[in-house]
């Protein structure tokens, strides 16, 4: 076993070398004029699970995901930093994603790919901000694609975990940004009415979890393409209530149905291989949840997959 960096550690074969090298042996602390990579960002909060009357537990999400993400074989040599946690312990929401979200737009700024720890999916109102500042006065139209079982388009006095994509598209039309907001996996036994109507008020495109069999993925993978063809940066964010329960024990709000994995990974590939993803999280691990670490497992699989992909877009 290695110890590296803010506590990454984890397995290491020999002969030690670039063909035998994990995450935790490769990962760094990002410097100035430090050459482009994936840089992971923690958002330790549940505070908007806790006001959305969610389960608590998500705030020890981003230490879960870099204990499953260190072993993970490192696939190609693109660098891998960590940019250290935001948390939201004083229960300061607003404040801590306005930190975040200048982070994550200093790291933009200098080439990187940020990928988001959560966190609850308050995360996302905060890695959209953090886009906002980096894009500054110019005006390419965005697409955030969300794979949630909820649209998180609540009406609330108070930010919170259900709010963040509407926060976001009021956001955008109010500064001039395009936006569109695309949503797989919804749930029609966990979102109300209202919700559907706000959703297609906004017109936002959202495909329900009973429509995302195997059967149906080449069409879906189809209207997804054309739907992002026209759009100029993609912000990709999974809520792991997303995906069936057996697969994501450890979330705020489990799913009674859920994407199956033989769904949801070509569909993360079709997005990754547009070349145009910016940047992603992943939100609502709750370790508290989570037996045999199975959901934060799942999660860094799913990091690792479109890390790698969208590293290899980018090549070509």
Not at 287 to 309: E, G, K, N, Q, S
């Amino acid at each position: 076993m290695n110890a590296g960096v803010g506590g990454w550690s984890g397995r290491v074969d020999l002969p030690e070398g670039p063909a035998t090298r994990r995450w935790h042996q490769w990962v760094r602390e990002p410097v100035a004029g430090a050459a482009p990579g994936v840089a992971v960002l923690g958002f330790a909060s549940d505070e908007g699970v806790r006001r959305n009357g969610g389960r608590v537990g998500a705030a020890e999400g981003p230490a879960a995901l870099r204990r499953m993400l260190s072993n993970l074989p490192l696939l190609d040599d693109t660098p891998l930093y960590d940019a250290g946690d935001v948390d939201a312990a004083d229960g300061d929401l607003e404040g801590a994603q306005l930190r975040y979200a200048g982070k994550l737009a200093a790291l933009l700024d200098t080439g990187h790919f940020p990928v988001g720890l959560g966190g609850g999916h308050e995360i996302a109102f905060a890695t959209y901000q953090g886009l906002a500042l980096h894009l500054g006065e110019r005006r390419p139209r965005v697409a955030i694609v969300n794979f949630d079982a909820h649209f998180d388009l609540r009406r609330q006095d108070r930010a919170s975990s259900g709010t963040p994509f509407l926060q976001a598209i009021e956001h955008a039309a109010a500064h001039g940004l395009p936006l569109d907001y695309c949503v797989f996996g919804i749930s029609t036994s966990a979102n109300t009415r209202v919700l559907f109507d706000t959703a297609d008020e906004l017109g936002v495109h959202y495909v329900r979890d009973d429509e995302l069999g195997l059967l149906d993925l080449p069409a879906r993978i189809a209207q997804l393409q054309a739907r992002l063809a026209d759009v100029d940066a993609v912000y990709l964010t999974f809520c792991l209530d997303a995906l069936p329960h057996a697969m994501a024990p450890g979330v705020s709000a489990p799913s009674a149905r859920g994407i199956p994995m033989e769904v949801v990974e070509p569909l993360l590939d079709a997005i990754a291989a547009t070349g145009k993803v910016k940047v992603m999280d992943v939100a609502e691990l709750s370790p508290p949840f989570d037996r045999d670490h199975v959901t934060a497992r799942v999660a860094a699989r799913l990091i690792h997959r479109v890390t790698h992909a969208a590293a290899r877009a980018a090549r070509t």
